[in-house]
């Protein structure tokens, strides 16, 4: 990066991915011949100046392929890392004397790629100091790229493991290998003189707006999507889209006009959606691709998964997202998707608690913490959980989406119990940026900066990017999230439905009883394998293995792992948590 050097500093910038442009970089550089290549790169406006905040980069992909394309025929900034593999680099430069405004800033970006996708997740490591190349900073949207490189020194970063247990995925900016951060979401990085600067730029908040009826609301959201979605197909090869039994997919398909969609379930119907799938493509015009995904392959591919994903998620889901890429990955190369529409809209059955059961809350709080610390001791049966999570404060109880063990049970099962951060010292920034505003905003900003950073949007990327498929989000545009911050609670959630507003929007383009279909995600039966003998013999293998017997109480595993066999208690999610670092700990630390 000599010429960033010399203009005061590299300077990089996490792009909020809420509209993409790569993929035109990607097909040009395929075009130039060239296996790899580096290109410095400005995107202006027709008048020369940085684009606006407001500006749609899809409006300037003429300008974008010209000046690569020149870029290519001068042969500036070429290098060569091997056949069919190229690198791209697009750098915003901080100039001299420039002030970095909101505006300025959103629109320079960073976006690495290898194999012609291209992630929104950047690891950096600065080189350690007693190496050779120390002073150097490694970069990349994959820890596993570091891997090769001689001033990387591969070691583990136990203190991620109790929050890991508690998210099911790795939270923060910390990672699993120590001394490797990632570059948040709209946050900048500047590396200059060896010493390291990160800052945020752009903070998304709610502030709802009860001006508006609730078909207003529906009207402004289908126009948005429909506006979005017609964004996401520009293209200039077949674009597909995915398809679950939901009303998120269900209405981005209906909006795109795609020729092909594509499903992926199994043969417990309890957990197949593909017949669903198959009669709305047909509804709505489209050829659906569905697969079956078999118990065998599900377990067989699980190292290969976690591998990809370069830190562990025990998100059961994201191997059905694996085979639901590889499956599309054969008919097209651009997929759109769904993530972003329940942290925008409202979407979680969680969302539903504050309005359930509201007499219990205006029991004074010392009361109900006396109570809750009571059922805490006993075990978790029916009715257990809400006494223990209505004994705390939101703040206190809620980090996410997902809360798979606390404290009290993470002291029993690990050997080294010493978290350097407690689970809510990453969610208390979010409760204190929605202070005032009601139980479900404060929910919703809590999951947009944790749980769809950490879960949704990293297996929805490493699971396209395993199977060089490009996956784009048309709920997650810009303009939509700036229309959804402004819708009220009332107009999303209530004790009995979820996305209220979305899903009126929806019925104007799909049928209502998909409109209105509960939320299933992407069902699997893990639960039940967890019961055969045959699969539960594979995880009991792990938890007697010398890996488990470096971090957990074996001893507590089995019997976690027997209690579920038996059908005392439901332990799926806390062994499949424990079982799938295991699995990944394999990969990084055993076999490699």
Request: aromatic residues 12%; charged residues 25%; contains cysteine.
């Amino acid at each position: 990066l000599q010429e960033s050097e010399e203009k005061n500093g590299a300077y990089f910038c996490s792009y909020p991915g809420f509209v993409d442009c790569y993929h035109i970089v990607c097909r040009m550089a395929e075009r130039s011949g060239q296996p790899a290549f580096l290109m410095l790169c400005t995107l202006v406006d027709g008048e020369g100046m940085p684009l606006t905040e407001d500006a749609r980069l899809d409006r300037y992909m003429d300008k974008l392929k010209s000046a690569i394309r020149s870029a290519l025929r001068r042969g500036d900034s070429f290098t060569r890392y091997g056949n069919n593999q190229f690198l791209v680099l697009l750098v915003g430069i901080r100039q001299e004397n420039c002030e970095i405004t909101q505006s300025r800033v959103s629109n320079c970006f960073l976006s690495y790629g290898f194999r012609g996708k291209i992630s929104i997740r950047y690891e950096v490591y600065p080189a350690a100091e007693e190496n050779e190349t120390a002073g150097e900073l490694l970069f990349g949207s994959e820890i596993k790229s570091f891997l090769a490189h001689p001033g990387f020194k591969k070691e583990l970063n136990e203190e991620q493991l109790p929050l890991y247990l508690s998210y099911q995925y790795s939270p923060g900016e910390d990672t699993f290998f120590k001394g490797v951060k990632k570059l948040m979401p709209a946050h900048w990085l500047e590396w200059k003189a060896g010493q390291l600067t990160v800052q945020r730029y752009w903070q998304p908040k709610f502030d709802p707006d009860d001006s508006r009826t609730l078909e207003e609301w529906e009207d402004e959201i289908s126009a948005a999507m429909k506006e979005s979605v017609q964004a996401h197909k520009i293209a200039d090869v077949e674009v597909g889209s995915f398809l679950s039994s939901g009303v998120d997919s269900s209405y981005m398909a209906a909006l795109a006009h795609v020729d092909k969609t594509f499903t992926v379930g199994f043969a417990n119907k309890q957990y197949d959606e593909t017949d669903y799938a198959q009669e709305f493509s047909k509804h709505i015009g489209v050829k659906n691709y569905a697969y079956r995904i078999t118990p065998e392959e599900y377990w067989a591919n699980l190292g290969k998964i976690q591998y990809h994903m370069d830190e562990p998620l025990a998100d059961a889901a994201s191997v059905a997202l694996y085979f639901v890429n590889r499956e599309a990955s054969k008919q097209v190369k651009v997929c759109l998707s769904g993530e972003g529409a329940d942290e925008f809209f409202g979407g979680y059955n969680i969302y539903k608690e504050p309005f359930t059961v509201t007499w219990y809350d205006k029991i004074p709080l010392p009361i109900r913490r006396a109570i809750g610390a009571v059922a805490d001791l006993l075990p978790p049966v029916h009715g257990i959980n809400f006494l223990v999570r209505r004994g705390k404060p939101l703040a206190e109880r809620y980090i996410g989406n997902t809360n798979l063990m606390d404290e009290h049970r993470k002291k029993k099962l690990l050997k080294n119990y010493h978290p350097g951060k407690l689970p809510t010292d990453l969610s208390r920034p979010y409760f204190e940026l929605s202070q005032g505003q009601d139980a479900v905003t404060q929910m919703e900003t809590c999951d947009l900066n944790l749980w769809m950073v950490g879960d949704i949007l990293l297996k929805a990327d490493k699971m396209s990017m395993a199977n060089s498929l490009e996956l784009r989000v048309p709920f997650l545009d810009r303009k939509v999230f700036e229309l959804a911050s402004h819708i009220p609670t009332k107009c999303k959630v209530n004790a009995n439905q979820t996305k209220i507003a979305m899903r009126g929007a929806a019925e104007k383009t799909i049928p209502a009883k998909t409109a209105d279909k509960k939320k299933l995600g992407f069902p699997v039966p893990v639960r039940a394998w967890l019961r055969d003998e045959q699969y539960a013999g594979v995880v009991r293998k792990a938890f007697n293995t010398p890996a488990a017997e470096q971090f957990f109480r074996t001893k507590e595993l089995n019997a976690m792992l027997d209690q579920h066999i038996s059908g005392k208690r439901d332990n799926w999610r806390q062994i499949w948590c424990i079982f799938m670092f295991l699995v990944w700990y394999d990969e990084y630390f055993v076999k490699r």
